[in-house]
C-alpha cells in the first residue's frame, strides 16, 4: 500500500510538471494564458487611447486577463512579458471549454474589476520604457484645497 502511495504521488508530480510547467518555472506571477485577441490590437499603458502603446499584439494571439475595468470596456493584460491595457471588444475569454466575449467570461469566473492607478502601475511595469518620461506630465493634477474665502467675499 506504501509503494501504491507514493508511486501515485510520483505520477501525479511528473504529470503536473508536464501540464502546467509555468506553475513549477520558479517564475513569480506566472499566469497561463485565458484569452485570444480576436484582431492585431495594441497594449496600451493605460486603459483609453491617449495612453502609448507598450506593443503591437497580433491577431489570434494567446494572452492572460489580470482583471478589467468595472464597465468591462478595457482589460489589464499580459502578452509575452508586458502588461499593459486593451479595449475588451477585442478580447475572447476561455472557460468551460469555450470562447467567450470578456462580459460573460467575468460573471462566470468571477473576473476582478480592477482600478487603475497611473502611480502604481506605471512605476511597477514601465519604468525601462522610453515613454516612462511622460509619467509625471501625465499624473493626474492635485486639486486645489477648497475654503470657505473660496465661496464667500467678505462683507466690507
Known amino acids: 500500500m506504501c509503494i501504491f502511495r507514493a508511486t501515485l504521488v510520483a505520477v501525479t508530480v511528473a504529470l503536473s510538471v508536464f501540464f502546467f510547467p509555468a506553475a513549477f518555472s520558479g517564475k513569480a506571477g506566472a499566469a497561463q494564458p485565458n484569452a485570444y485577441v480576436t484582431s492585431k490590437v495594441n497594449q496600451r499603458a493605460g486603459p483609453s487611447t491617449d495612453y502609448p502603446v ?18 468591462y470596456r478595457w482589460c489589464d493584460i499580459g502578452y ?63 486639486r486645489p484645497a477648497v475654503t470657505v474665502e473660496a465661496f464667500y467675499r467678505p462683507l466690507s
Open 80 to 142: 509575452r512579458g508586458s502588461r499593459g491595457w486593451v479595449l475588451a471588444r477585442y478580447l475572447r475569454a476561455y472557460t468551460a471549454g469555450r470562447y467567450m466575449p470578456v462580459q460573460d467570461f467575468a460573471l462566470r469566473v468571477r473576473l476582478p474589476a480592477v482600478v487603475f492607478s497611473i502611480d502604481t502601475y506605471w512605476p511597477k511595469y514601465y519604468r525601462k520604457r522610453p515613454f516612462y518620461s511622460q509619467y509625471a506630465s501625465r499624473r493626474a493634477p492635485r
Open 54 to 71: 507598450v506593443t503591437k499584439v497580433p491577431a489570434r494571439s494567446y494572452v492572460t486577463i489580470f482583471g478589467c475595468i468595472k464597465s
